[in-house]
């Protein structure tokens, strides 16, 4: 036998359910227990390199550790043989090292811990989705149909409450208030000088915002008397003024003094509000999008919001901390950062939008919407045109939205409907394949 064993001896410490890792944080009365004589036991553990304490050894031990206190090296091996997600994992770890346990108290909290995960798991068969869907369904009757709010900053209003779910889970591709938080680097978050000078770079500049325009019918022309305040202002002078509208609009400007004086192609009053409409909607400085930037203090540090939004551009901006910029255009972010920070962007939108109305909704119950409108890789709507749309089962689809469209391709297309869903079980009347009708019985006599 392997380390001096006899056959007989290995036999009942098999049958006792001792293996070679048993073996080693055995003790002699353990093996005395098993069967095996002290003499024998003491033999077994010399072989096999377990140091012997004895019972009143061990007593001892037990009664320093009780008044010390659990180490931290038993608590990290006890958390590592546990099968939990790491939040809890590190949740537990960092409480535990506040308090004082014995071995028995720990292994106490440790069951229980266990034992709530366990019960928190859904079970097989259940009906996730229907409950997600009543889940964020019955809050969303308590909210309001407020579509304005202001989100601290008196000047910028945003989309909340109900029409902004709708828009999060409609995958709007423009939201109908677009908006960025921008926050910025440390060299310059607390100069409130730099970061004005930033919001001047970043914010959409128009004619119209460096001066009064006025039309002179009699000449056919536009005339901007420029403001020599906003000019220093936004860091432009008149020069760079009139060359950037000759290159954006292609038009005869010429520059008289702090006056800019336009004509149009053709000397008609049509084509003069036209070109008024195209001055009005060129930016010659800043991120077209961007079309106001409001400056707030917050914790000591300076922080942009912008009435529209523009991210990508944004990202590239010197002085702006590109791991703390968020935009409500979820869109936007898939495009530009991926399909996965859309997810996380439609979860941390959707609770917000909940919460700012008071109401409570586990984040679970969102995860899943979310995760349904990305797992294929691209943002889709929770409706006809998204994920309802795409369902598999004719009857399904029929029973959502435009059911005679439905029913009539599938006729022309001959299509087969598996019955494997709830909404086309409940229609044919069958029971669902949901809990306990999930659960096909075979009887074999004997």
Same mark, same amino acid.
């Given at each position: ?31 005395v227990e098993a069967g095996i004589t002290s003499a024998n036991a003491k033999s077994i553990l010399k072989k096999i390199g377990t140091p012997i304490e004895t019972s009143e ?5 037990? %009664? ?31 409480? $535990?090292?506040?308090?004082? =346990? ?6 106490? %909290? ?54 902004? =779910?709708?828009?999060?889970?409609? /995958? ?19 100069? #409130? ?8 770079? %970043? ?21 901007i008397e420029l403001n020599e305040k906003t000019l220093s202002q936004r860091s432009i002078t008149s020069k760079d003024i009139a060359q950037r509208t000759r290159d954006k ?62 991210? #990508? ?19 936007? %972010? ?34 899943l919407a979310a995760d349904m409108m990305t797992c294929g890789g691209e943002l889709k709507q929770i409706g006809r045109h998204g994920i309802a749309g795409e369902k598999a ?14 029913? $009539?391709?599938? /006729? ?35």
């Amino acid at each position: 036998m392997k380390r001096g064993v006899s056959s007989k001896t290995a036999q009942i410490l098999c049958g006792a359910g001792f293996t070679l890792s048993k073996l080693k944080k055995a003790s002699v009365e353990d093996l005395v227990e098993a069967g095996i004589t002290s003499a024998n036991a003491k033999s077994i553990l010399k072989k096999i390199g377990t140091p012997i304490e004895t019972s009143e050894e061990k007593v001892s031990q037990k %009664i320093i550790d009780s008044k010390e206190g659990v180490s931290q090296k038993i608590i990290d091996s006890r958390l590592g043989e546990l099968h939990l997600p790491p939040s809890i994992i590190d949740a537990l770890q960092h409480d $535990l090292k506040t308090i004082k =346990l014995t071995e028995t108290q720990l292994d106490e %909290i440790l069951k229980m811990t266990v034992d709530a995960y366990e019960k928190a798991k859904v079970e097989p068969c259940e009906a996730v989705g229907t409950v997600a869907a009543q889940s964020i369904g019955e809050p969303g009757t308590q909210m309001t149909m407020r579509t304005f709010h202001y989100a601290g900053v008196a000047e910028i209003s945003i989309t909340l409450g109900l029409p902004r =779910l709708i828009e999060i889970l409609d /995958a709007r591709k423009v939201p109908s208030t677009p908006m960025m938080t921008i926050r910025l680097k440390d060299e310059i978050k607390g100069d #409130r000088d730099a970061v004005r000078k930033l919001a001047w770079e %970043i914010e959409a500049t128009s004619l119209l915002d460096l001066g009064d325009l006025s039309i002179d019918l009699a000449e056919m022309q536009i005339i901007i008397e420029l403001n020599e305040k906003t000019l220093s202002q936004r860091s432009i002078t008149s020069k760079d003024i009139a060359q950037r509208t000759r290159d954006k609009i292609d038009v005869d400007v010429r520059l008289d003094g702090l006056k800019l004086i336009i004509h149009p192609e053709q000397p008609s009053y049509r084509e003069l509000l036209q070109l008024v409409e195209k001055l009005r909607s060129t930016a010659l400085k800043g991120i077209e999008g961007i079309k106001r930037i409001v400056i707030r203090k917050e914790d000591e540090e300076y922080v942009l919001y912008t009435e529209g939004s523009a991210l #990508r551009k944004i990202l590239h901006c010197d002085g702006i901390d590109p791991t703390r910029v968020k935009t409500n255009n979820i869109n936007e %972010i898939a495009d530009v950062l991926g399909i996965e920070a859309a997810r996380n962007s439609v979860i941390s939108e959707a609770m917000d939008t909940l919460r700012e109305q008071g109401l409570e909704v586990d984040v679970r119950h969102i995860m899943l919407a979310a995760d349904m409108m990305t797992c294929g890789g691209e943002l889709k709507q929770i409706g006809r045109h998204g994920i309802a749309g795409e369902k598999a089962s004719v009857l399904s689809r029929a029973a959502f939205e435009v059911t005679v469209n439905h029913l $009539l391709d599938a /006729a022309i297309h001959g299509e087969v409907d598996e019955l494997s869903g709830v909404t086309e079980n409940v229609i044919v009347g069958q029971p669902i394949r949901l809990g306990t009708g999930d659960v096909e019985l075979v009887y074999r006599g004997g």
